[in-house]
């Protein structure tokens, strides 16, 4: 009989990484290693799995330098990245999550639409995978719509962190890491029994810090730093040989002088040219301090700065039957956010102040039961419960340049002149509430019908229960009672107090066939069906013609995605090639996203919105070759042809707004934040010397084509295709320890890593430039 599904969990996470494959110079290591996942609730080959897994194990982690999910979508070609700062963070897989992509667009009241795990627990606000990775085993990304055999349901996909167990052999190991632009990382773990057989432990924890990367030419600083820390600690209790419980506690922190951005580009808009950025400058005397982006010069004067932290403590339960394994998963999580931010990105005082700080509490309980051994009929069903609080503080304060810089001399009918001071100080401040409860109830079951085809089914109904409240007051500027006056104060900022709330309940799930071809070959085909509930706007409502709030627009319908996917996967030329391809079509209905009103003065908030209809077809391919002992070589490619297919009411490009733009339509455009062509090229060498030890060399090369970094589809928005390139070569000795150059961005490629429309709508696009080559030295231990 196999192993308990929990028990096997933890028996893999302590297998050393060479036991799954390592460059010993062994004829094991002349082939394709043996990769095994949980993608499904039990231990199995990763060549068994009827879905599109990719999955980078620790090994391949820590020669890479792969420190945090960023990083991590330079591996997974199908996995997308954007984060103008910790808040506001997504990720999506085949073009489909949460795309924001500019800072103040996340919005409290939508769930991501792929699902972020660390040790089977759901982290329900994206903000927490910005942190740097801690102690890591292996990771797996599955895409596709998820749900059918744990945790929250997803319809993109989810990203499922796998961390070192706790050893009942002692281990120890440790790392330290210093580069260019003072990068310093240090990490470290420690294992071993504190009772024989019966309670181990483990505890880990990582410390990185870098230099900025932008230099402010106003304060002399230098920006965009890192600094973080992460501690985890665990037990692990072996109570008796059919139940083990393992409690975890971890804590991360990020604090440091961060997240802005340069001038990326101006764009222009049917707006009167005077009330374009290139006048609106001249008529004040101000020039950026380069138009040149990698030069990395900003010369905001606000306050900048990023406080943010986020911990829980979970305990997981496998309990053996003997025929299968009851699991209990229990988790309660924390996250904490405060931020400083320039939001008009130069020296001008067109806002002095703005931020949200939040903090998130979540708790989860999942019980399922899983069956265990080789019989032709496997199964695994269970309940879920999540529920999660978010409490918000939205604060915005403008300054004296604000009315020259969102106004204009006059306003209204017949014009009236606008002074100078009429914005300064006045500001918001308010308070929000979104609560959500899930539950729901989950099956899926595979029946071998022969040797070679096995049929799987699953279904999940999940009900959800949404509440938010939002209320903010405006205060400050100046004084006045003339009507066209206060009429512009409040085009500006309006106080706004609603409350909303959705009750969303649906059936989703899948259902495949596979066929083991050969003993090498392995074919499938399957069908999927992914729920996300309805979403409840946080970030206040774009207002319509009359300058007030369209209430209308405070819930978004439910989306609901539809996948068909075929795939083969092959392990040929005995195990010294493996190649895995996958074709799929996805379409999408209700499709989620986070859009700016550019209807509007000044652009400060995203709102949310449906989609109508979105599409994405494409393919995936991943290979391995061993050729040589020593030697493994990677390449994957991913195209995804991803279209707006119904949107007659988006929101204009910037090309084609004017004083009173109305919606346009997109039907037809590029989904945005989705490159067509996304590749990785990978290699490590190892070449014996003396008596265990070895030189090594490792590369990793990720090229990936345009693509629009706005919902708009604006062409001043279009972020060109670009290459970054990672190497590392050291010495690893028999006794242990290993010592490492590495260097990030290699060929110092420049790029841009997302982008924002300067509020306002003057034309001024701003970047976050890609980070400057870092070289630096690793000395690493293990014992």
């Keep these: 009989m196999k192993t308990a599904i929990g028990t096997a969990l933890i028996i893999l996470s302590a297998v050393p990484q060479a036991a799954r494959g390592a460059d010993d110079g062994s004829d094991t290591a002349q082939r394709v290693p043996e990769i095994l996942v949980t993608a499904r609730r039990r231990v199995e080959d990763v060549q068994a799995v009827p879905a599109a897994v990719s999955v980078i194990d620790g090994d391949h982690i820590e020669r890479s330098y792969t420190v945090n999910t960023a990083l991590l979508s330079l591996l997974v070609p199908a996995l997308n990245y954007s984060s103008a700062n910790p808040r506001n963070t997504a990720f999506t897989i085949r073009g489909i999550g949460s795309s924001v992509v500019a800072v103040s667009q996340a919005n409290d009241g939508l769930e991501p639409g792929v699902g972020f795990y660390v040790d089977q627990v759901y982290h329900a606000r994206p903000a927490t995978a910005a942190f ?7 990771i797996e990304v599955l895409r596709g719509p998820q749900g059918t055999l744990f945790g929250k349901n997803t319809t993109a996909g989810a990203i499922h962190i796998l961390t070192g167990a706790p050893s009942f052999d002692w281990q120890a190991q440790g790392e330290v890491s210093y580069g260019e632009h003072d990068f310093l990382q240090t990490r470290a773990a420690l294992s071993g029994p504190l009772v024989a057989d019966r309670l181990a432990f ?17 304060t002399g600083s230098d920006q965009n730093s890192l600094n973080n820390q992460a501690v985890r600690g665990q037990l692990l209790w072996q109570a008796s040989d059919a139940l083990t419980l393992r409690l975890t506690g971890d804590w991360s922190n990020f604090k440091s002088e961060c997240c802005t951005q340069v001038y990326l580009r101006t764009g222009t808009s049917l707006r009167p040219a005077a009330r374009q950025f290139p006048a609106l400058a001249a008529g004040i005397g101000y020039a950026p301090p380069s138009t040149n ?6 010369d905001i004067d606000a306050r900048l700065a990023v406080d943010t932290n986020e911990g829980g403590v979970s305990l997981v339960g496998d309990w053996d039957l003997g025929h299968a394994t009851i699991t209990s998963v229990t988790a309660w999580r924390f996250w904490n956010w405060n931020a400083a931010n320039d939001r008009d990105y130069t020296s001008l005082r067109i806002q002095l102040q703005q931020g949200i700080p939040s ?8 019980v399922r039961i899983a069956s265990n051994g080789d019989g032709p009929l496997g199964y695994v069903a269970g309940l879920y419960y999540f529920r999660q609080v978010i409490t918000g503080r939205p604060i915005s304060i403008y300054g004296p340049t604000a009315a020259y810089w969102l106004l204009g001399p006059t306003t209204g009918t017949p014009p009236v002149a606008v002074p100078a ?5 006045y500001g918001q401040d308010g308070a929000t509430r979104f609560a959500a409860d899930s539950y729901a109830a989950f099956g899926e079951v595979n029946w071998r019908a022969t040797d070679r085809l096995t049929v799987t089914g699953g279904l999940r109904y999940t009900i959800e229960h949404k509440v938010g409240d939002y209320a903010t007051t405006v205060s400050g500027g100046l004084q006045t009672t003339v009507p066209a006056l206060v009429n512009a104060k409040l085009s500006i900022l309006r106080p706004q107090t609603y409350g909303a709330r959705d009750d969303s309940g649906d059936l989703s799930g899948r259902g495949n066939i596979s066929y083991q071809v050969s003993d090498g070959i392995f074919a499938y085909a399957s069908y999927a069906r992914g729920f996300k509930s309805g979403g409840i706007n946080m970030s206040g409502l774009p207002l319509d013609a009359q300058n007030q709030p369209v209430l209308s627009t405070a819930v978004v319908r439910p989306e609901r995605n539809t996948t068909y996917e075929g795939g083969i996967k092959t392990d040929v030329f005995d195990r010294r090639l493996r190649i895995n391809l996958t074709g799929y079509y996805t379409d999408v209905r209700n499709f989620q996203a986070t859009l700016v009103d550019s209807t509007q003065t000044v652009a400060l908030r995203g709102y949310l919105s449906n989609i109508p209809r979105v599409t994405v077809k494409g393919f995936e391919a991943d290979a391995i070759a061993a050729p040589v002992a020593g030697l493994q070589l990677r390449a994957s490619v991913a195209y995804a042809d991803g279209k707006y297919a119904d949107y007659p009411k988006g929101p204009c490009p910037l090309e084609l707004q004017g004083t009173a733009t109305a919606s346009c339509d997109l039907t037809g455009g590029r989904l945005s934040g989705l490159p067509r062509w ?9 070449l014996p010397v003396g008596a265990g030890g070895a030189v090594f060399v490792h590369a990793d090369s990720s090229w990936r084509s345009s693509y629009f970094g706005d919902p708009t589809l604006s062409k001043f928005t279009l972020i060109p295709g670009y290459n970054v390139t990672n190497a590392s070569i050291g010495f690893r000795a028999a006794k242990g320890w290993t010592v490492t150059v590495f260097a990030r961005n290699l060929f110092n490629s420049n790029y841009i890593q997302n982008l924002t429309t300067q509020a306002g709508n003057s034309g001024l696009i701003l970047g976050t430039p890609s980070d400057p080559r870092i070289i630096g030295a690793t000395l690493r231990f293990r014992i």
């Design 678 to 686: 996304s590749t990785t090229l990978g290699g490590d060498y190892a």
């Design 421 to 425: 001071n009429l914005l300064d100080g």
């Design 132 to 138: 740097d990775f801690v102690d890591i085993d292996h």
């Design 359 to 366: 903090r998130q509490d979540q708790i989860s309980q999942e």
């Design 293 to 298: 982006p990698y030069d990395r010069l900003t």
């Design 202 to 218: 483990r505890v880990s924890g990582l410390w990185t810090r870098r230099d900025g990367v932008l230099h402010n030419v106003t």
